[in-house]
């Protein structure tokens, strides 16, 4: 039997053709986009295809702009670069950070990390819900899988403003959905009002949820996504999730 990869990318194999563990290199032209990898198994008796869908990724680039000296009754103007397609910038202060998951400093392939958890579907070699490349990615869930935060402690920090940055990559279907919610002190799960509930094909979003209410001394709050896909074409991306006061 031979293995043999192919791709649709302007990028190519650069290492390990004809085995099980190549290397995709990249074409310059590819960031931001999507590569179908195909594998054929060519044997005696009959042939035998699986794709890999891989996104890439662009390498974001963040320039704050020149040293500033002012006096404390002024203000100044920042000069941060304006971020490349694909990427998104935002200027936080740490003061104001209550808490953060980036995912970057999760392990390769992980389904739950310090401070969160991953629910709701068994993997298998097309089905998955884990950690790629410092990103959360669902692709061919078949049915609903849920990431969850633990109990995040937001007392003296009211009111509470959350943001989490989603991404769609591939084709999704009408029926396939990213749905983002929030729960205070274990009660009921509230859709974040911008951007909570995303089906179909719709791109790169920020879900956002403001002046939370009902948050008092000692209160926590969770984070909660609801994915749902069907199709081994599909996939999610949650690169960031931050509340902030």
Known sequence: MTLTWTENGSGS????????????TPGAAEANATVTLTLTATGACANATDTKLLYVDR????TVGPLQEICNNTTATLSGNAPAAGTFGEWTFINNLVWQ???SESP????SGTGWTTSGITPDSDTYFMVESGRIVGRDLDGQAVWTSDPITITSVSPVNISVYLQEGGSLENDDYIRVYYSINGGAETLFPVNGNNNNDFGTRTATATNISGISRGSSYDAIMMHRMNTTTDNIVVRQVVPER
Do not use: K
Request: aromatic share 14%.
């Open 101 to 103: 998951e980036t995912f």
């Open 59 to 62: 390498t974001p680039v963040a």
């Open 108 to 111: 390769q392939y992980a389904t």
């Open 13 to 24: 194999i650069t290492a390990g053709q004809g085995t099980l563990t190549p290397t995709y």
